[in-house]
């Protein structure tokens, strides 16, 4: 079964950063590229960017460079991300997706999401 | 980037009725859609991709068609598991984008 299970609820102050992970099971993660997606309050779905694993290779919304950051770990079948220089607007639900095997730009498994919240 | 516009935003309908989702988007996307399900507590589904490919594992009761800038998402003879949140998402070029959602509700 695949599996991605996100680290937990963050609550940061303002100016600071977060990094949360989606650890990967059920599947080689070096086969798959990994994508997170924002969902602000109340609002819709933001891609936020996309890393192969296999290959160390990022790419980024241009709406979210400069904030996120995305790493991963192939020994630990593990993503990460960063977020930096938090501001309310940061504060939403974050999931890892998993891009399909046939068409990495679908999502075709995805995580229980990951609250942060950005409050003094 | 490609804005994705959802309609209805919400749709009430009951177990065994047909209902059909929009998506329309401000450029051509050829047939580069997909749809999710979002439903509390569980993970987000992929249904459909490529405008009108099912997902393995989905019931055929779901069906996408459309293609350019206008899509469609059919859920026939809707079961109690159908009602939640539905969202289209554009795949065909960077950033990809999501709509706005669309709420279907029992009735």
């Known amino acids: 079964e695949v599996k991605l299970q996100q680290s937990g609820d963050e609550l940061v102050r303002p100016g600071a950063s977060v990094k949360m992970s989606c650890k990967a099971s059920g599947y080689t993660f070096t086969d798959y590229a990994m994508h997170w997606v924002k969902q602000s309050p109340g609002q819709g779905l933001e891609w936020i960017g996309t890393i192969i694993p296999l290959i160390d290779t990022t790419s980024y919304n241009q709406k979210f460079k400069g904030k996120a950051t995305l790493t991963a770990d192939k020994s630990s079948n593990t993503a990460y991300m960063e977020l930096s220089r938090l501001t309310s607007e940061d504060s939403a639900v974050y999931y890892c997706?998993?891009?399909?095997?046939?068409?990495?730009?679908?999502?075709?498994?995805w995580g229980q999401g990951a609250s942060v919240t950005v409050s003094s | 980037d490609v804005q994705m516009t959802q309609s209805p935003y919400n749709l009430a309908a009951s177990p065994g009725e047909s209902v059909s989702i929009n998506c329309k988007a401000s450029?051509?996307?050829?047939?580069?859609l997909a749809w999710y399900q979002q439903k509390p507590g569980k993970a987000n589904k992929l249904l459909i991709y490529d405008g009108s490919t099912l997902q393995s594992g989905i019931p055929s009761r779901f069906s996408g068609s459309g293609s350019g800038t206008d899509f469609t998402l059919t859920i026939r003879s809707l079961e109690p598991e159908d009602f939640g949140l539905y969202y289209c998402q554009q795949h065909n070029e960077y950033p990809w984008t999501f709509g706005g959602g669309t709420k279907l509700e029992l009735k």
């Open positions: 450029k051509s996307i050829s047939k580069y």
């Open positions: 997706a998993r891009g399909a095997f046939n068409n990495y730009r679908v999502m075709d498994a």
